[in-house]
């Protein structure tokens, strides 16, 4: 049973100089329960996606294809249905809390005022709510009446955690949850979004470029380049043994403590990730591939299956192509 | 020897290229000079360092945020004067005029963005050292040259270009072309790949090494992340409140911690091949604060070792709660600042 | 791309930055064009610039001699005197031609100075912080709150009636707002990496601040600058109004003091006042528009809203 399903999703940002493309045909599904991983570098759209889903983009942005959230397509809907399903059925939790609490207001009154304004309740069972959600996120009950900046960095993540709880969402959208924080913080808050996820039995996209993070916190791995998945599926396997050649490079870009393969020797590519204005012919990629032939100059590669459950758009996939990645 | 342009007399040096003794950097509490504040405790970032770096060897110094890492990299620049203390380079004390210093000892910074004018073409960000020292010969020259060894090729095509026509990994090569137009011997790098893309970290770090391997050029990476560390370092130094609390070779350090401390860093890099890495329990107690350095051990109110009884299995709990732990080897040439490390007998490992 | 083919036609980079800078200067003028105030005060002040600096070929200097003056006394506009004459049969037109030279000459001159001034101070103050910091903004305080129109008055009466002397005090008297706004501008690039980065590659104060400070903070200097003509303007207005200007040049000021000393109001010739008048006010209300228009282009707090 899947919380959110999104086929053919294109989105374009409307520039001075015309459309930008940021996501070109992306199709993936988040089944309940399920933490699907989207991983890729800044600009490649991953971000774009998290807030699409929600229709959180720059009023003008063009959207097309699907999302099917709990059977109802989010970009089919009126802006009343929209208000409604934000935050009760999805919820977004965005990095760099720091600047989504406002100042001046007691953070038990910004949680209450989440509840309040999708659900009708009285005071007191507003009050109740807010105590259990701090609780619930590590922080005690009377944290409620103090004002933000009495909070550290990653209490205050703890807080936002909180707030996109606050009203039962399905689907939680975690866009770099933990990339401004210290490394210590960042755990916590990691194993804290791990273990809620467990227990509330919570469906997740948890956003980073981060790959060495979603391959702990994730069931399910995709990697997005230049706009577009180029390989989706498990992620213990998309990690340890990837199809397409960038996973394999963005794997590489982590070394592991011990693996005498990267002493001296850090991994990675050469060049940058495309801009989106000026995308390279055929494969995207190609450019900085290592493993580039002829005709990903020109062939603009199709999905094809690597293994069960999973998919990678790489032309090395293709029958009868050189021999795939080593894994 | 690659072809360098001739750089000072090399033949006194002996012993460490830079060396840092017993250094203390404190950032005063709020003060104004006409107004009377409520005074706030002053900040002891740097808390008595002592480091030496070697000629060609890469040093990572490791820690959290507020560790005083940074500051340490920034004192060793001249950029904060310390309290007291000594740096050493070439074996004299710095002298009050830094500038032959500076041409010799070049920083690379987390931000390239925030490092180079946006007014300024790469050409005159390259060039402004060459022109500050007046060195002498082709200046285009010299720029074309230190662009080709920064990976920047072929030059000319990045010459007049401004920061913001390039890409993060660009703009980082163009600072580290800037500080090799003054052939340095020591590169102290704060963190020089954590605002840039995943897969364009390597290129940054390879350059780097590389310019270890041909130049035998120094270099001090500040770093909050342990696996860079592996990848790139010769020593890692770990910092814990203004202090280093184990140095040694990479491989001993990362793989046989002696410090709690470094274990805890340790625990907590994400490790993708270890299902169970999530369940490893994390350090409890306050974060790290400089202006309330704890007594003793500065680490003994979060320590483990301390709280599950280990320390005092060992005989060592009333030392931690009331002796400052020197760092001391362990090893020769593997040192740690915990008292339960030197109780240890040797190969016994922090489980 | 056209980067390319601009460092491939001029090798030099002082060529491509200059090529660089033209083509910034025209991206300005484009955004600036946008500005209704801005084109406005412009055309005001083209106009204005242009009798200023043809002054000797539109009228003769004889006009402004009292001893040669040809024209009835007191008359209203006509065909020979489109302005009027003043008392002594001298064409207005000719004393407003020949006074928008002193006027504006006054008004550049004085906001050099205050912006020389103002701009020295406010960069020492927000580079070198600290004591220097405190001492000048103290320094910069105590100035601003001395009353600055009262204060041109004691002065040039003391000091005397020269050109000069009125160009000194004016612009001694308005330099402290600009101190004030490039001191905030300053604190703030102070702090920028790529001023550290300069000075770990061994450059000094002074060096630091031609190279990196005083590049970033030539906009808010420029348009504050503007800002202040205007205010200089005025000034030189009020002081010639009062009898402290130059008595041996006639500006707009001085010719509005002369006819309120011939009681020109009282004897209805509001030619005498109603010219000069407005010349001041169309002046300084250009100088405003612009200043304003460049501010909103050149501040970027201003250019976000």
């Not at chain 2, 904060?80 to 740096?87: A, K, L, Q, S």
């Not at chain 3, 006639?250 to 006819?259: N, P």
Request: proline share 7%; charged share 20%; aromatic share 6%.
């Amino acid at each position: 049973m899947s919380v959110l399903e999104v086929s053919g999703l294109s989105v374009s940002y409307i520039t001075r100089e015309g459309p930008v493309p940021a996501v070109r045909g992306v199709s993936f599904g988040i089944d309940r329960g399920q933490v699907l991983g989207l991983a890729g570098e800044s600009g490649c759209g991953k971000s774009t996606i998290g807030l699409g889903l929600l229709r959180l983009l720059p009023p003008g942005t063009q959207m097309s294809g699907r999302v099917v959230l709990n059977g109802a397509d989010v970009l089919a809907m009126a802006p009343s249905q929209l208000g409604a399903v934000r935050w009760t059925q999805a919820s977004v939790v965005f990095q760099g809390a720091q600047h989504a609490l406002d100042p001046v207001i007691r953070v038990g009154d910004q949680i209450e005022e989440a509840i309040l304004a999708h659900r009708p309740a009285t005071r007191r069972e507003t009050r109740a709510r807010t105590a259990e959600l701090l609780e619930l996120v590590g922080l005690p009950a009377r944290r409620a009446r103090d004002f933000p900046n009495e909070f550290s960095g990653g209490q205050k993540q703890r807080v936002m955690i909180a707030m996109a709880l606050a009203c039962d969402p399905d689907l939680v959208i975690a866009d770099e949850p933990t990339t401004a924080l210290d490394v210590m913080v960042q755990a916590q808050v990691l194993r804290l979004l791990k273990n809620l996820q467990m227990e509330l039995g919570l469906s997740m996209l948890f956003i980073t470029h981060d790959l060495s993070v979603l391959a702990q916190v994730a069931d399910r791995l995709a990697v997005m380049y230049a706009g577009r998945i180029v390989e989706e599926g498990p992620a213990d396997e998309v990690f340890g043994s990837p199809a397409h050649p960038y996973t394999a490079a963005l794997a590489d870009a982590f070394p592991r403590i011990g693996d005498e393969a990267f002493v001296q020797s850090p991994g990675g590519l050469d060049g940058d990730p495309p801009d989106p204005r000026e995308l390279p012919s055929g494969c995207s990629f190609h450019p900085r591939c290592p493993r580039v032939m002829d005709r990903c100059r020109t062939i603009e590669p199709p999905s094809f299956p690597a293994g069960t459950g999973r998919r990678a758009e790489c032309l090395l996939l293709e029958e009868g192509a050189p021999e795939a990645m080593p894994t | 020897m690659t072809a360098i342009l001739p750089a000072p007399d090399r033949s006194e040096v002996s012993g460490p290229l830079l060396r840092v003794d017993d250094l203390h950097v404190t950032f005063a509490g709020r003060h104004r000079v006409f107004e009377r504040h409520a005074e706030q405790a002053p900040a002891r970032a740097v808390d008595g360092v002592s480091l030496e770096i070697g000629e060609g060897e890469v040093v990572a110094l490791a820690g959290e945020s507020g560790c005083g890492k940074t500051t340490l990299a920034r004192a060793i620049m001249g950029f904060v004067r310390p309290e007291r203390g000594t740096i050493e380079f070439r074996g004299k004390p710095l002298a009050k005029n830094l500038r032959g210093y500076r041409r010799e000892v070049q920083m690379v910074y987390q931000d390239p963005t925030g490092a180079l004018n946006p007014r300024q073409t790469v050409y005159d960000s390259v060039a402004e050292g060459l022109r500050i020292h007046k060195v002498p010969g082709d200046e285009a020259e010299l720029v074309d040259r230190a662009l080709a060894r920064a990976g920047l090729r072929p030059p000319e095509r990045f010459l007049l270009r401004f920061p913001h026509e390039l890409s993060g990994g660009q703009r980082q090569r163009v600072v580290i072309a800037g500080a090799l137009a003054l052939e340095p011997r020591v590169i102290v790098a704060d963190e020089p790949v954590s605002n840039l893309d995943a897969s364009v970290r390597g290129e940054i770090l390879r350059l780097l090494l590389q310019l270890r391997r041909d130049a035998r050029i120094s270099i001090l990476i500040v770093t909050h992340d342990l696996a860079l560390a592996w990848s790139v370092a010769d020593r890692v130094a770990v910092m814990y409140l203004g202090r280093i609390v184990e140095v040694g070779p990479t491989r001993d350090v990362l793989l046989e911690p002696r410090h709690p401390y470094t274990r805890a860093l340790l625990d907590v890099v994400p490790d993708a091949q270890d299902a169970g890495a999530l369940d490893r329990p994390l350090l409890t107690g306050e974060p790290p604060d400089p202006t309330r350095i704890p007594e003793a051990c500065r680490f003994h109110p979060r320590c483990p070792a301390l709280a599950d009884g280990r320390a005092a299995a060992a005989g060592v709990e009333e030392a931690c709660r009331s002796d400052d732990p020197r760092l001391e080897p362990i090893v020769p040439g593997h040192l740690a600042a915990c008292h339960l490390a030197h109780r240890r007998p040797a190969g016994f490992r922090v489980p | 791309m056209a980067d390319d083919a601009l460092a491939a036609k001029t090798r030099s980079p002082r060529a491509v930055v200059w090529a660089r800078r033209r083509l910034s200067a025209g991206r300005f003028w484009a955004t600036y064009r946008r500005s209704v105030m801005g084109i406005v005060g412009l055309a005001i002040l083209v106009v204005f610039v242009l009798v200023a600096l043809l002054a000797p070929v539109l009228v003769s200097s004889d006009q402004l001699d009292v001893t040669k003056a040809t024209g009835p006394i007191l008359e209203g506009p006509s065909w020979a005197y489109p302005m009027g004459t003043d008392d002594a049969g001298r064409s207005v037109l000719a004393l407003v031609v020949w006074g928008s030279r002193v006027s504006l000459a006054i008004g550049l001159l004085a906001a050099a100075v205050s912006m020389v001034v103002g701009a020295a101070v406010g960069i020492i103050a927000g580079f070198r912080g600290g004591r220097w910091d405190a001492a000048l903004m103290r320094f910069t305080d105590w100035f601003l709150v001395l009353p600055g129109l009262p204060l041109a008055i004691v002065l040039a009466a003391i000091l005397g009636q020269s050109m000069f002397i009125i160009v000194m005090v004016i612009g001694l008297t308005s330099w402290p707002w600009t101190a004030r706004i490039v001191r905030s501008q300053a604190l703030s690039v102070r702090e920028r990496a790529y001023v550290e980065r300069a000075r770990g590659l061994g450059a000094r104060d002074p060096q630091l601040i031609l190279k990196h400070v005083l590049p970033n903070l030539f906009p808010v200097i420029f348009a504050n600058t503007i800002l202040s003509i205007a205010a200089a303007i005025l000034a030189e207005s009020a002081l010639s109004f009062i009898g402290l200007g130059d008595p041996l040049r006639v500006s707009w000021g001085a010719t509005l003091e002369l006819a309120f000393a011939a009681g020109a109001p009282t004897i209805g010739a509001w030619w005498w006042i109603g010219f000069p008048g407005a010349c001041i006010v169309l002046v300084v209300l250009a100088f405003t528009m612009c200043g304003n228009a460049l501010e909103e282009i050149l501040n970027p707090r201003l250019r976000q809203r």
